[in-house]
């Protein structure tokens, strides 16, 4: 076989003599014989072998060069996204389930505004605006945004009354915002049943279930978000609802990885706060402090961290301190239960006339709120059973208990029945609020104080007594009372219940043997 033994060089010049053949063939579109014999043939020219000889070794030079050039050539980048402006950061945001940064969400609001003038039947961009009024609302305490919320998300709807899940969950978000649970309740429900695989409307109907006391309902519905969606949102809320259910180490547990987790300062905020929060209940003011200070770091326009802050140096005895950060929270955001915590802080102090002025603060707010569509009836309620007219009280959280029956207004309705001298009715509400509510010291004290007006001494020393041991800075009015109590309660007396223990002199009845259990019938 010639061609088998002929060297590789021989062979690269006779493909490169074709190819070069071939090329000329193509260019004049017929075949001549001399071509017919190069394609069946090698050349055995020698001018012609030491020309593609030539040819064949700058061809393989050539590849070599071009391969390394190929492997020292870079990759080529990849192309970056633009950065995302404030409005786009405040959607981004909105999507994580994150609060938006204060600034950026004043550009979002501002370019709906501008686009909805030029095109105002986006029903989606009347839904974003609607959901930002809301939010802009609650970071800022400003209720006048909420009339505003409920224009655009209704105008929305009223573009696309089908389908439209969007403007159905602002709508929830706007209840909830204005303490209308039931409200939420429909709102969400309508919006889950719309896509029930769409993560964002479910921590709107958790806090609608939270708001009306259906501890099932929040189970539920916190089990299906968890198996939607995760992240820095899902802990935040999970952590709510097991401090709730009173499972203090789960909720720190969940809201410090929420933190870790957040999606920007706002949310990191919000999340370090709660932290906050538990170590306060917890009767640990030092260490709420701490998380206070470190949400004001992340965010210095969260308002109740800057009340929780005058609560935690209130209760660390730094009062001047206490006094200045809670006159900050209410120049930022004059909340009706910030001026309350106040007023009690001033009246501890004897200085009448100071609390009396936050007490004005508060009425007047309620009302201003009240026009808005925010519903204040529990921190009104809590007020006038403590500070005005207990009967007024009775009458609003009476109303306030059949719209929304959580173990909070529970709690307030049974202590304003007790300061208008219906503790016996009032014991039955404070015992639903300690047994289906959060652990907490103020709900424990007001049952234990119904039960040392009705005489039952032994239940009324253990739940204050239990209230003191939770938080023994949990009032600054509240806390001398309780402990005032506790002294007139005494020491329980010797021998323990009556009915656990013989007359002295006695002989005790012999405790009696347990009955043997029958034996089984033989089977026949």
């Known amino acids: 076989m010639e061609i088998e033994s002929r060297s590789g060089a021989e062979a690269a010049k006779d493909v490169i003599a074709r190819d070069a053949t071939a090329e000329d063939v193509a260019a004049k579109g017929t075949r001549s014989p001399t071509a017919s014999r190069l394609w069946s043939e090698p050349s055995r020219s020698p001018r012609r072998s030491a020309l593609l000889?030539?040819?064949?070794?700058?061809?393989?030079a050539g590849c070599v060069v071009l391969g390394g050039v190929l492997v020292l050539w870079p990759e080529p980048r990849k192309a970056v996204p633009p950065a995302l402006g404030p409005a786009g950061r405040a959607m981004a945001a909105a999507g994580a389930g994150a609060p938006a940064a204060l600034p950026d969400l004043t550009v979002l609001i501002e370019e709906r505004e501008t686009h909805l003038?030029?095109?105002?039947?986006?029903?989606?961009?009347?839904?974003?605006?609607?959901?930002?009024?809301?939010?802009?609302?609650?970071?800022?305490?400003?209720?006048?945004?909420?009339?505003?919320?409920?224009?655009?998300?209704r105008t929305s709807l009223t573009t696309r009354p089908r389908g439209n899940t969007q403007a159905l969950t602002g709508m929830a978000a706007l209840a909830n915002a204005r303490h209308d649970?039931?409200?939420?309740?429909?709102?969400?429900?309508?919006?889950?049943?719309?896509?029930?695989?769409?993560?964002?409307?479910?921590?709107?109907?958790?806090?609608a279930y939270t708001g009306l006391g259906d501890a099932k309902g929040v189970e539920k519905a916190l089990e299906t978000l968890k198996e939607l969606h995760s992240g820095a949102a899902v802990k935040a809320r999970s952590g709510q609802v097991y401090r709730d259910r009173g499972w203090?180490?789960?909720?720190?547990?969940?809201?410090?990885?929420?933190?870790?987790?957040?999606?920007?300062?706002a949310q990191k905020a919000v999340c370090l706060y709660r932290v906050g929060e538990l170590s306060w209940e917890r009767g640990e003011p030092a260490e709420a402090l701490r998380y206070y200070e470190a949400a004001l770091h992340a965010d210095p326009d969260h308002h109740p961290s800057l009340a929780g802050k005058g609560r935690a140096l209130a209760a660390l005895g730094r009062t001047a301190d206490a006094l200045r950060s809670y006159q900050n929270a209410l120049v930022r955001q004059p909340a009706p239960e910030y001026a309350l915590a106040l007023g009690e802080l001033y009246e501890s102090l004897r200085l009448a006339p100071a609390a009396?002025?936050?007490?004005?603060?508060?009425?007047?707010?309620?009302?201003?709120?009240?026009?808005?569509?925010?519903?204040?009836?529990?921190?009104?309620?809590?007020?006038?059973?403590?500070?005005?007219?207990?009967?007024?009280?009775?009458?609003?959280?009476?109303?306030?208990?059949?719209?929304?029956?959580?173990?909070?207004?529970?709690?307030?309705?049974g202590w304003a029945l007790h300061r208008a001298g219906k503790s016996k009715a009032g014991l039955k509400f404070a015992t639903?609020?300690?047994?289906?509510?959060?652990?907490?010291?103020?709900?424990?004290?007001?049952?234990?104080?119904?039960?040392?007006?009705?005489?039952?001494?032994?239940?009324?020393?253990?739940?204050?007594?239990?209230?003191?041991?939770?938080?023994?800075?949990?009032?600054?009015?509240?806390?001398?009372?309780?402990?005032?109590?506790?002294?007139?309660?005494?020491?329980?007396?010797?021998?323990?219940?009556?009915?656990m223990y013989a007359p002295p002199g006695s002989t005790p009845d012999p405790i009696p043997k347990p009955k043997p259990k029958p034996k089984p019938a033989q089977q026949s």
């Open 53 to 60: 000889r030539r040819a064949l070794l700058a061809s393989v």
């Open 117 to 153: 003038r030029r095109h105002p039947g986006d029903d989606e961009s009347w839904a974003v605006l609607g959901a930002a009024y809301v939010e802009r609302g609650l970071r800022t305490a400003d209720s006048a945004y909420y009339p505003k919320a409920e224009r655009a998300l």
């Open 181 to 207: 649970y039931r409200g939420a309740k429909k709102w969400a429900e309508g919006a889950v049943a719309l896509a029930p695989k769409r993560w964002s409307a479910y921590p709107a109907l958790i806090e």
């Open 248 to 265: 203090r180490e789960d909720a720190a547990t969940a809201l410090m990885d929420a933190a870790a987790l957040a999606e920007g300062p």
């Open 356 to 413: 009396r002025a936050q007490y004005d603060v508060l009425r007047a707010r309620v009302k201003q709120e009240e026009v808005n569509g925010v519903n204040d009836e529990r921190v009104l309620g809590l007020y006038e059973a403590d500070h005005g007219d207990p009967e007024a009280a009775v009458d609003r959280l009476r109303a306030e208990f059949k719209r929304h029956a959580s173990p909070e207004v529970a709690d307030a309705l």
């Open 432 to 499: 639903r609020a300690t047994e289906k509510g959060p652990i907490s010291a103020l709900l424990s004290y007001h049952r234990g104080e119904i039960e040392r007006e009705l005489g039952k001494y032994g239940a009324a020393r253990r739940h204050i007594g239990a209230a003191l041991r939770i938080n023994p800075h949990f009032s600054p009015l509240l806390v001398p009372a309780a402990e005032h109590a506790m002294e007139a309660l005494g020491e329980p007396p010797d021998g323990g219940p009556e009915e």
